[in-house]
């Protein structure tokens, strides 16, 4: 065979992969886009509808047919989450939707490992299902090796240590130290709201012993005073 038609064939072969694989990247974008808003309205703290919730994951689940990949995954993980947290129903099935939840995290860190949103969720559904420091610490430690400085993050993480905290390994507890120091710096009120309402404002209060100025900048901001 002729170079160049040799070289034509090879041209030609990469052109349809190329064209096959975009096809099955824009078939699995479209299959999600309904659901979409959904999601942006999860992220954001309001309440969609189990039906829409539903009809996300059902869209999700259609993009997983087109191509295997975290994102979808990961949103599915999200919303059986959320419906675990509103449903009336028995233990066993509220338990039954984190169950699928929790293969879902697991699934989309399979894929994408860097998330450390939902190696923290996943912690959280263990503490929810089976609290056990052996299976606990390992996730709270790669959620810290994935995000060791983001604030929204780390004030999510501080909840879930302080309910653990009799469970939790030393470098978890260093960790956490470090949660609480970053977030005084950058939302100490939220901090200082979530210590009102959880009673765990002596707690975090003696994690910052050794730093005078950060607690009394939580100190501030739990008796709603400005600071500087």
Excluded: C
């Excluded at 099935?93 to 994408?112: E, F, I, P």
């Excluded at 090796?145 to 993480?157: I, W």
């Excluded at 470098?171 to 709201?193: N, P």
């Excluded at 009102?196 to 975090?204: G, K, M, V």
């Amino acid at each position: 065979m002729p170079a160049a038609r040799l070289g034509f064939l090879i041209v030609l072969i990469a052109g349809i992969v190329l064209v096959a694989v975009g096809f099955r990247h824009t078939a699995a974008y479209t299959a999600m886009g309904a659901g979409d808003m959904t999601m942006l309205a999860l992220k954001s703290a309001q309440a969609p509808s189990v039906r829409a919730m539903r009809s996300a994951i059902a869209g999700r689940e259609n993009a997983l047919t087109w191509m295997y990949f975290a994102q979808p995954l990961a949103d599915n993980a999200s919303l059986y989450y959320e419906l675990a947290n509103r449903s009336r129903d028995s233990g066993k099935v509220r338990d039954a939707l984190l169950d699928r939840s929790q293969t879902l995290h697991r699934n989309a860190l399979s894929v994408g490992p860097a998330r450390p949103y939902e190696w923290l969720r996943l912690a959280l559904i263990q503490y929810r299902l089976d609290p056990q420091a052996a299976k606990l610490n390992p996730l709270l430690r790669l959620s810290y090796r994935t995000a060791p400085a983001e604030p929204q993050l780390a004030l999510e993480r501080i909840k879930l240590v302080y309910a653990v905290r009799s469970l939790i390994d030393d470098d978890i507890r260093a960790g956490v130290e470090r949660d609480i120091r970053l977030v005084v710096k950058f939302r100490h009120g939220f901090l200082a709201e979530y210590g009102r309402r959880s009673f765990a404002f002596p707690w975090l209060r003696e994690r910052l012993r050794g730093y005078p100025d950060i607690e009394e900048r939580l100190i501030r901001g739990y008796l709603l005073l400005p600071t500087a």
